[in-house]
């Protein structure tokens, strides 16, 4: 299956978050190694574990991302110090209480300091953007689910699983492509570039 392709020059962001999903992925190969039949019930955290670490490696990405093009931003255009102190700043606040990467979050924070919907550029094969953002806040709220609520199965209870081991594979392949979408669209939608000019050649 062919995904998203990443432009030569990915963002500092995009290779930290490729470094940092191998947690997801890490959790669930050992919970593959764990797996037998019947699969024990103690090795199922480890899919829930998966599936919160994905997601906070995304959330993470929108914000280095986020932090990294305004950084750029600031260094490339003629606005003074001050201005560009504050617009820094003023983005350091707001990421104070970005917490879940949701549509409804990611959208308003990229609008704000970049000017476009990002959401816009996630689409990929057979996912359009309103695909994606619909999937984005489905896997949002199960993350919360997860992490605040557990969705540990109580003994001799039975119910269904929060995650499988085949939807979790599903979810990482996802949300790599969301974020590799979200990079190339950040770098052929904005009028700055993620590989910052020398000072002598900046505007």
């Not at 992490?147 to 990482?172: F, G, Y």
């Not at 052929?188 to 505007?203: D, F, H, Q, W």
Request: with cysteine; glycine share 2%.
């Amino acid at each position: 299956m062919r995904g998203v392709k990443v432009l030569s020059m990915a963002s500092k962001a995009l290779q930290t978050f490729e470094h940092t999903i191998q947690d997801a992925n890490d959790l669930l190969t050992h919970f593959d190694s764990l797996n037998k039949s019947p699969p024990p019930q103690e090795i199922e955290v480890l899919k829930r574990a998966s599936l919160v670490m994905a997601l906070a490696a995304l959330e993470a990405y929108f914000e280095d991302l986020l932090s990294e093009s305004v950084a750029v931003l600031c260094h490339q255009q003629t606005a003074g110090e001050r201005l560009s102190d504050f617009f820094q700043t003023s983005l350091d606040n707001d990421l104070t209480t970005f917490h879940t990467p949701s549509t409804d979050r990611v959208r308003p924070m990229f609008v704000k300091y970049l000017g476009y919907d990002v959401t816009e550029g996630w689409s990929w094969n057979n996912c359009t953007p309103a695909m994606a953002r619909k999937e984005l806040n489905r896997l949002a709220k199960k993350r919360g689910d997860i992490a605040h609520r557990s969705q540990r199965p109580l003994p001799n209870q039975p119910m269904p699983h929060a995650v499988t081991r085949d939807e979790m594979r599903k979810h990482i392949y996802f949300i790599k492509e969301l974020a590799k979408a979200t990079d190339v669209y950040v770098q052929e939608n904005s009028s700055i570039s993620l590989t910052p000019a020398s000072k002598s050649g900046a505007a």
